[in-house]
C-alpha cells in the first residue's frame, strides 16, 4: 500500500520560512511527478509546486519565487523550501506523487501551515 506521510508544518511568523518534507513508502516505482499543493476550508485544492520526473518545475502564480520544489524522483522525501510566508499562505498543505505504469495519483494526510501576522 502507497503512503506519503508530510512533516515540517507549524506555526511561523509573517516574513519567517518553513521547509516541509514528503516521504513515499509502498511503491516499486520512481515518481513521474512530485507536487505540493494546499487547501483552505471552503476553497478548492491549489497547486503550489510540481516538479516532473524530467526535472520541469511549475509553481502556482501566488508563489512569486519565494517557495521551491526539489527532490530526486526515486529517493525519499522530496521538499517544498518555502520562505517570505504571508498570512494568506496559511493552509493544509498535501504531497503528491503520480506513479506507476497507470500513473496513479496518491496523496499525504496533509500538514497544517499557520503565519501569523
Known amino acids: 500500500q502507497v503512503q506519503l506521510v508530510e512533516s515540517g508544518g507549524g506555526l511561523v511568523q509573517a516574513g519567517g520560512s518553513l521547509r516541509l518534507s514528503c516521504t513515499i513508502s509502498g511503491s516499486i516505482f520512481s515518481r513521474k511527478d512530485m507536487a505540493w499543493f494546499r487547501q483552505v476550508p471552503g476553497s478548492q485544492r491549489e497547486l503550489v509546486a510540481r516538479?516532473?520526473?524530467?526535472?520541469?518545475?511549475n509553481y502556482g502564480e501566488f508563489v512569486q519565487g519565494r517557495f521551491t520544489i526539489s527532490g530526486d524522483n526515486a529517493k525519499n522525501p522530496w521538499y517544498l523550501q518555502m520562505n517570505s510566508l504571508k498570512p494568506e499562505d496559511t493552509a493544509v498543505y498535501y504531497c503528491?506523487?503520480?506513479?506507476?505504469?497507470?500513473?496513479?495519483?496518491?496523496w499525504g494526510q496533509g500538514t497544517q501551515v499557520t503565519v501569523s501576522s
Open positions: 516538479l516532473t520526473r524530467g526535472g520541469t518545475t
Open positions: 503528491n506523487a503520480v506513479l506507476g505504469p497507470d500513473s496513479s495519483e496518491y
